[in-house]
């Protein structure tokens, strides 16, 4: 799966930012799509994930201040962040595949991310 990560950027606490991962091909129509960060000397984690059906999950850390949606046609899975916080600040990733690949991120290749600083 090859996917394009944007949207990132500088932001302020309590700013918002939207990322959006596009992919070409059909690919969102029969796969989960999550959406995944990396901040520096941490591990990479799972932050919200959107399956074939819209059903979406969320880690703790973002309830409810991010929202993961799609555009109707499947081609672009978008990551609405809200309330941002300096502990957001990561790289952020998405990728697509089976539920168990999402939540075990087993995948054979990753995106160059988009990077998200929140810093006053």
């Known amino acids: 799966v090859q996917v394009v990560e944007s949207g990132g950027g500088l932001v302020q606490p309590g700013g918002s930012l939207r990322l959006s991962c596009t992919t070409s091909?059909?690919?969102?129509?029969?796969?989960?799509v999550g959406w995944y960060r990396q901040a520096p000397g941490k591990q990479r984690e799972l932050v919200a994930s959107?399956?074939?059906?819209?059903?979406?999950k969320y880690a703790d850390s973002v309830k409810g201040r991010f929202t993961i949606s799609r555009d109707k046609a499947r081609t672009t899975v978008w990551l609405q962040m809200n309330s941002l916080k300096p502990e957001d600040t990561a790289v952020y990733y998405c990728?697509?595949?089976?539920?168990?690949?999402?939540?075990?991120?087993?995948?054979?290749?990753w995106g160059q991310g988009t990077q998200v600083t929140v810093s006053s």
């Open positions: 990728n697509a595949g089976t539920a168990e690949a999402i939540n075990q991120m087993d995948f054979d290749s």
């Open positions: 091909g059909v690919i969102f129509n029969i796969a989960v």
């Open positions: 959107i399956s074939r059906l819209g059903n979406t």
